[in-house]
Nanobody
């Protein structure tokens, strides 16, 4: 399974970005999907996750109400809509697939496949 993330960029605080992650080579529709991020000098952290159907969502507390994860199984794609961005959201964002996932999980060790990351920079 290969995951290709895109949509990152430079945005001012308060702005929005939409990340996309396209999967190939597997059965995307059966995977739970997640987004993680890693800022310079910090550990990777969970951001958001969605179950295989898109009906169950899970978010890091600090992004609730600002970020929204969704998926389109017909397009093998998971999205992360990010609104009201803050400088502390600056990081490399990674998508990941949990091939045994029925429920969305925040634990990185549950994920089997990872994308290459896309840089998000929020200026103040």
């Amino acid at each position: 399974v290969q995951l290709q993330a895109s949509g990152g960029g430079l945005v001012q605080a308060g702005g929005s970005l939409r990340l996309s992650c396209v999967a190939s080579g597997g059965t995307f529709g059966s995977y739970a999907m997640g987004w993680f991020r890693q800022a310079p000098g910090k550990e990777r952290e969970f951001v958001a996750a969605v179950d295989w159907r898109g009906g169950s969502l899970h978010y890091k507390d600090s992004v609730k109400g600002r970020f929204a994860i969704s998926r389109n199984n017909a397009k093998n794609t998971v999205y992360l809509q990010m609104n009201s961005l803050k400088p502390e959201d600056t990081a490399v964002y990674y998508c990941a697939a949990d091939r045994y996932g029925v429920s969305p999980t925040a634990e990185a060790y549950d994920y089997d496949y990872w994308g290459q990351g896309t840089q998000v920079t929020v200026s103040s």
